[in-house]
């Protein structure tokens, strides 16, 4: 599988799955700082500070601590 010309396992990093609503049970009691650690397991490095750059980046720092459940939509 390629991303652009690149071979996916040299670019997972730049890879993520974004469910719709749809297909999760917005009950689970997860938090989103959890939920990135999940996403963040096959990663090359794992430590905390690229969890919290990766959720900087996407907006979401100040959310680290909610629920899933607790979210908006648009969050």
Known sequence: ??????????????????????SINWNFLITVDELVS?????????????????LQRVGLLELAGRRLDALSGGQ
């Not at 071979?7 to 609503?21: F, G, I, T, Y």
């Not at 999940?38 to 990766?54: H, M």
């Open 1 to 22: 599988m390629l991303l652009g010309d690149t071979p996916l396992k040299k670019c997972r990093e730049e890879v993520a799955l974004m469910p719709q609503r749809s």
């Open 38 to 54: 999940i996403g963040r397991i096959n990663a090359l490095r794992s430590g905390c500070c690229d969890k919290q750059a990766a």
